[in-house]
């Protein structure tokens, strides 16, 4: 069994930062992660990826990112991040973290955190 844990989510004024973790928990053995990333929904939107990362360290990002937000992951932790700088109200949304994961019990599949809420007010 797999769960995506993310944080980091919260309340910030325009212009301020957050940093958002995802940390993969599984109950058996992980073979290999491979993709991971950052997919985010605001409120009667539809869902946009914001930005992916390889097991390489390749990394792609949305448009409106680019510049803002730099993606990470710490293989040892089985863990990605987002930091999100210079952060405007159309940042608002539930960010939800995925991973391409291969494990004992599965050749390959791709696994999703519940979410945390970003919300970006003055």
């Known amino acids: 069994q797999v769960q995506l844990v993310e944080s980091g989510g919260g309340l910030v004024q325009p212009g301020g930062s957050l940093r958002l973790s995802c940390a993969v928990l599984a109950s058996g053995s992980i073979f290999s992660i491979y993709g991971m990333g950052w997919y985010r929904q605001a409120p009667g939107n539809q869902r946009e990826l914001v930005a992916a990362?390889?097991?390489?360290?390749?990394?792609n990002y949305a448009n409106f990112v680019k510049g803002r937000f730099t993606i990470s992951r710490d293989n040892a932790k089985n863990t990605v991040y987002l930091q999100m700088n210079s952060l405007t109200p159309e940042d608002t949304a539930v960010y939800h973290c995925?991973?391409?994961?291969?494990?004992?019990?599965?050749?390959?599949?791709?696994?999703w955190g519940q979410g945390t809420q970003v919300t970006v007010s003055s």
């Open positions: 990362i390889s097991n390489g360290g390749i990394t």
């Open positions: 995925y991973a391409d994961i291969e494990a004992a019990w599965v050749h390959r599949d791709f696994y």
